[in-house]
T-cell receptor, first 110, second 116 residues
Framework: QQQVKQSPQSLIVQKGGISIINCAYE??????FPWYQQFPGKGPALLIA?????SEKKEGRFTISFNKSAKQFSLHIMDSQPGDSATYFC?????????FGAGTTVTVRA | NAGVMQNPRHLVRRRGQEARLRCSPM?????VYWYRQLPEEGLKFMVY????????ESGMPKERFSAEFPKEGPSILRIQQVVRGDSAAYFC??????????????FGAGTRLSVL
């Protein structure tokens, strides 16, 4: 049972374009929503995170949009670069348990 | 400042053998978590440990799997009598004292287990 649903499974974007990844959840007990970036053969690395009392958070080219009433959140990668090519996981935490989405493989074409 | 260290990075076992996966948390961290990642899937929580204590093992299969985090030394995830379905990447994460809710979990590079 997937507690966090993530889409799309993969996407291809041109260099300089915008990548958008969406996630939805059901459990209203989740209170922390991080995004992780994973390169092949590596562990997930925290990219950016948000708490549900905030509707948007921006760090550099990465922005999280959070819609508490819809129980949805999304990651926007602006001005996508070839170095952004990776798998991105959304996650949601309650207490100490992270529940991960299935991941989105992003390919940025030069 | 070394990150979360996992070894081995790759482990090959034949069916029926035992697999031992090690995790050394970041310096100063006292909370350890193990996650399993199957191909094309996200990470799934397995167990949460503090020094000498298992706090939550609700994600661990009931049989063949065990975990420990002794007073001295790394955390160990042990899988007895491995089967092909155990083939996966196993990730360890750690967080500092002060409550896991307030702190980021930092992940190691993982151990990729292949069962022949």
């Amino acid at each position: 049972q997937q507690q966090v649903k993530q889409s799309p499974q993969s996407l291809i974007v041109q260099k300089g374009g915008i990548s958008i990844i969406n996630c939805a959840y059901e459990n209203t007990a989740f209170d922390y929503f991080p995004w992780y970036q994973q390169f092949p053969g590596k562990g997930p690395a925290l990219l950016i995170a948000i708490r549900p009392d905030v509707s948007e958070k921006k760090e550099g080219r990465f922005t999280i949009s959070f819609n508490k009433s819809a129980k949805q959140f999304s990651l926007h990668i602006m001005d996508s670069q070839p170095g952004d090519s990776a798998t991105y996981f959304c996650a949601a935490m309650t207490d100490y348990k992270l529940s991960f989405g299935a991941g989105t493989t992003v390919t940025v074409r030069a | 400042n070394a990150g979360v260290m996992q070894n081995p990075r790759h482990l090959v076992r034949r069916r029926g053998q035992e697999a031992r996966l090690r995790c050394s948390p970041m310096k100063g961290h006292s909370h350890v978590y193990w996650y399993r990642q199957l191909p094309e899937e996200g990470l799934k929580f397995m167990v949460y440990l503090q020094k000498e204590n298992i706090i939550d093992e609700s994600g661990m299969p009931k049989e063949r799997f065990s975990a420990e985090f002794p007073k001295e030394g790394p955390s160990i995830l042990r899988i007895q009598q491995v089967v092909r379905g155990d083939s996966a990447a196993y990730f360890c994460a750690s967080s500092p004292p002060g409550g896991p809710r307030e702190n980021i979990q930092y992940f190691g590079a993982g151990t990729r287990l292949s069962v022949l």
